[in-house]
């Protein structure tokens, strides 16, 4: 089916209309699409792209599909003055840079033979099986140089309908590449969409094919899954289909998490998917290397979630201010902030209130000073270096923080 600009605007509005206008009117896609449209050439604009400006969501890297050979691809790059990349030349990908940002130009394809994340291709013209090689309908949407929007497989009906569906037979597409397993849950996730039946039955009878993927693309699959306003739903599906306790390799706490999103709406700020991810997946802060290992994460993350999980019961509102900022002093804003949230999800409290919301904000409206002693001013005025130092100037520290960090250089050395 095809879809001329003024089906668009009565398919999916008019502010629709013009995201998918604007596609061909701005940069990148301007300046690609006349390029790469001659009389032997055809491009499309396809995939993410188009199916977010039809759907209302966020923009996408402009990628596009082609009639031309890599190779003619490299040429017409070079004849129009733009920097081309083979990035994925034997798979048809070239890379062009147009004002600083990166554009994929594919030759249709045709699957040969399908083996993991790589494929045998053919190269061709034909762009319903181009299509036909494609995930989710939703992606195989092709908006043409003329502004019109190509729809072979009912993308556009799976749109309105807020559904995900494979392309075909979802066994066979799932085969292909099991990572599409977990594509499919980040796509209901973002979409806040409804699953398709023969996609869950498919996904149960082949998710032990997970296994095969490495633990590079499950994290950056479910990281960018964890990301989406309300992942919530689609974890459920994934823990009632038996997906996410297999690749967590742990019993993960839905319910724990929705709690936690609850927390992030009242504060206003979204902690990020990693400590998504920490919440969902750790019970004890030795639970962060299991992670790392499972996922790859990289010492950074490891260390902040392994930290946020450590001694979070030592943190409650009714500690009182001191107690608080001494806590923000020695752990550091991130780590104390990331605590606090751990500490109430551990709470009966359905919704935070108000004492906590002040607590856990702490550490963004007060900035704790920076301890005025060193050891080099104790010896200055006659003590000696060696063990006993240390001990005096924690001891210092420990009084300066007491008094509400007020005490000064001058107050703190009185007394030594």
Partial sequence: MIFPSGEITARFGAEAAGRVAALLAEEPGRSVMRAFNTTDVETRIVGGAVRNALAGRAGSDVDCATTATP????????????????????????????????????????????????ATVAFGTDWDADAARRDFTVNALYLDADGAVHDPVGGA???????????????ARIAEDYLRILRFFRFLASFEAEPDADALSAIVSARQGLRQLSAERVRKELLVL????????????MQSHGVLTD???????????????????????????????????????GDAERLQDALRLSNAETARIGAAFDGWWHLKPEAGEVALKEAIYRLGPETFADRMKIAWTQTRQVEPDKDWLAAIA?????????????????????AKPGPDLGKALAHLETRWIESGFTLSREDLLAGV
């Fill in 71 to 118: 190779e003619a691809v490299m040429k017409m790059a070079a004849d129009a003055g733009m920097h081309a990349i083979a990035t994925g030349i034997d798979h048809g990908t070239v890379t062009v840079v147009i004002d600083g940002k990166p554009v994929e130009l594919t030759t249709l394809r045709t699957d040969v033979e399908t083996h993991g994340r790589h």
């Fill in 157 to 171: 009906d799976d749109i309105a309908a807020r559904r995900i569906r494979f392309i075909g037979s979802a066994p």
């Fill in 247 to 285: 690749i967590l390799a742990s019993v993960p706490d839905v319910p724990r998490l929705e709690r936690f999103l609850a927390l992030e709406a009242a504060l206003g700020d979204a902690a990020g998917p990693v400590l998504r991810l920490a919440v969902l997946a750790m019970h004890v802060s």
């Fill in 226 to 237: 964890l990301g989406a306003v309300n992942p919530v739903p689609a974890l459920g599906l």
């Fill in 362 to 382: 702490l550490a963004q409206v007060w900035e704790a000073p920076v301890f005025p002693l060193s050891g080099k001013d104790l010896i200055a005025v006659g």
